[in-house]
């Protein structure tokens, strides 16, 4: 198995913007950006947004 990780490509609307879509360790799709970035920087930085919240607390509604 390969290791769980992000992936980055631009997207066939008229736009093409960059987006990221995260695998599972199985090859899952376990996440994706949910919106298309202009830069592929600005979706980069999104990436490390989110792996750096990894080990977070989670909340819960009530």
């Not at 609307?13 to 919106?35: C, D, F, P």
């Amino acid at each position: 198995m390969t290791p769980s990780h992000f992936f980055v490509y631009r997207d066939d609307s008229v736009y093409r913007h960059w987006r990221w879509t995260l695998y599972a360790v199985n090859g899952r799709k376990i996440a994706n950006s949910g919106e298309g970035y202009v830069n592929k920087q600005d979706c980069v930085n999104a990436i490390h947004g989110v792996a750096a919240s990894y080990g977070k607390p989670i909340k819960y509604a009530a």
